[in-house]
């Protein structure tokens, strides 16, 4: 049941994850943290790609931090590392923040807006983005800005880890060598569209077909709606640096590189470039 970010597993992802948040809803918290592999099984589509090495990290991580149930179908996955494993690129507190706080709450929020919609609460997140013309007008800008925010957040812990950075390597690095001439050359785009991000936002490097891009993306817009895989993406949100870093976002744009989790980039490179 490995999910991969694709149409042919969409099928067995949409009847496996509701059923399993469903269950969970009903987990006292013991039963909650004895099954975090099954809750990180359960957020397996926003998880996508590191789903197998994910399971053992998180299942270690939980005494810090475990699935969080949130009142509805959708559930806030664990960290898949404790608060402090980024120190001291990135602070252990603001990683606590970042995401008991600011991830629960789109959570939360999402769970909220589509809470008289339960049809909806049986899709997964990415399908909801995927098709946001389709949502009944009510809820539409609600899944776009909460359950934005929870996909892009679920993918933006596992682009980063303990002891990350350097440089990708094998296809991921022949693919950045060719959409960009080299990776130091990705690597000033890149920093350059963090660093213009206007107000609160990310920037992405994303698969567009066959191709790689850098795109900055508004507020928390997933790139799946447009129809664009996100490979790796920063949230430059004041809110995900300013504890540590206050107004210098250049500094913890160069520090962020440090935790670059290159290995679930690549991984991701390489099943979204099979699709
Ligand atoms: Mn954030």
Redesign the pocket.
């Known amino acids: 049941m490995l999910a991969v970010v694709g149409s042919r597993v969409y099928a067995e992802a949409q009847t496996v994850k509701p059923r399993m948040e469903r269950n969970s809803l009903m987990m006292t918290r013991r039963q909650a943290l004895r099954n975090t592999a099954l809750a990180s099984a359960a957020c397996a589509t926003v998880f996508a790609n590191r789903t197998a090495r994910a399971q053992p990290k998180a299942a270690t991580a939980s005494a810090t931090t475990t699935a969080t149930i949130v009142n509805g179908p959708f559930i806030l996955p664990p960290l898949p590392y404790p608060f402090d494993a980024l120190e001291p690129h990135i602070d252990a507190r603001t990683m606590e923040i ?1 995401h008991d706080k ?2 629960a709450a789109y959570v939360a929020n999402l769970n909220k807006a589509i809470a008289e919609f339960p049809e909806l609460g049986k899709k997964s997140v990415e399908d909801l983005l995927k098709d946001l013309n389709t949502l009944p007008e009510k809820v539409r800008i609600a899944v776009r800005n909460q359950g934005g ?1 929870h996909y892009n ?1 679920s993918l ?1 812990w596992q682009m980063m880890k303990k002891d990350g950075g350097g440089q990708p390597s094998g296809g991921m690095a022949t693919a950045i060598d060719r959409g960009f001439g080299s990776y130091s050359a990705f690597r000033d785009k890149f920093t350059e569209a963090a660093t213009r991000v206007f107000g609160s936002g990310w920037a992405w490097l994303l698969l567009d077909g066959h191709d790689l891009k850098i795109e900055p993306g508004p507020n928390q817009d997933a790139p799946l709606s447009q129809g664009k895989q996100p490979l790796l993406g920063i ?1 430059v ?1 004041e ?2 640096y300013y504890l540590k870093y206050q107004n210098r976002r250049p500094e913890y744009i160069a520090a962020w590189f440090n935790v670059i989790a290159w290995d679930f980039v690549a991984d991701r490179y390489s099943k979204l470039s099979a699709l």
């Open positions: 970042h600011h991830h925010g957040h933006f949230d949100w809110h995900a």
